[in-house]
């Protein structure tokens, strides 16, 4: 075969594969897998320091604010940091799963408020938000 057609064939295929996503249709969540109605006061932040580093937590200088915001920037998933140390990772409202990153961006660095459906299995913590709102420190 002629390179031009292998590309072609390449890239169609890229293609294809990158937009099939977009054309699942979401599907109503299970009643059992609705999770339990609820609200978290936390700080929204990257999970990298957080995993990373034991005395992470909330920003409290200069330089760990710089650190959030690189992290950030350079696309580490964000969470958010319960007051008792649970983090909370973000989960959409519908199925199959949508990106939530995008969503709580506006809020990183911040103390939010957020209500809707939580989730926890093994130790993990999650949030399907409803409403977010920012609050100040604890």
Same mark, same amino acid.
């Given at each position: ?26 599907? +109503? ?13 936390? *700080? #929204? @932040?990257? =999970?990298?320091? !957080? ?29 958010i ?7 909370y ?6 199925? +199959? ?13 911040? *103390? #939010? @408020?957020? =209500?809707?459906? !939580? ?20």
């Open positions: 075969m002629s390179r031009i057609l292998i590309r072609s064939m390449m890239i169609v295929s890229a293609l294809a594969i990158a937009f099939s996503g977009y054309a699942q249709k979401s599907e +109503p969540i299970p009643p059992d897998m609705m999770g339990t109605p609820g609200t978290i006061v936390g *700080f #929204v @932040r990257d =999970t990298a320091c !957080l995993l990373r580093n034991k005395d992470a937590s909330v920003a409290k200088d200069e330089e760990s604010r710089k650190c959030i915001i690189q992290c950030v920037r350079a696309g580490s998933p964000l969470a940091l319960t007051k008792s140390g649970e983090l990772m973000p989960l959409s409202s519908q199925l +199959p799963d949508r990106d939530e990153r995008r969503r709580l961006l506006p809020y990183a660095g911040k *103390f #939010v @408020r957020a =209500t809707g459906r !939580l989730f926890e299995r093994g130790g993990t913590h999650a949030i399907s938000i409803e409403k977010i709102e920012v609050v100040s420190g604890w």
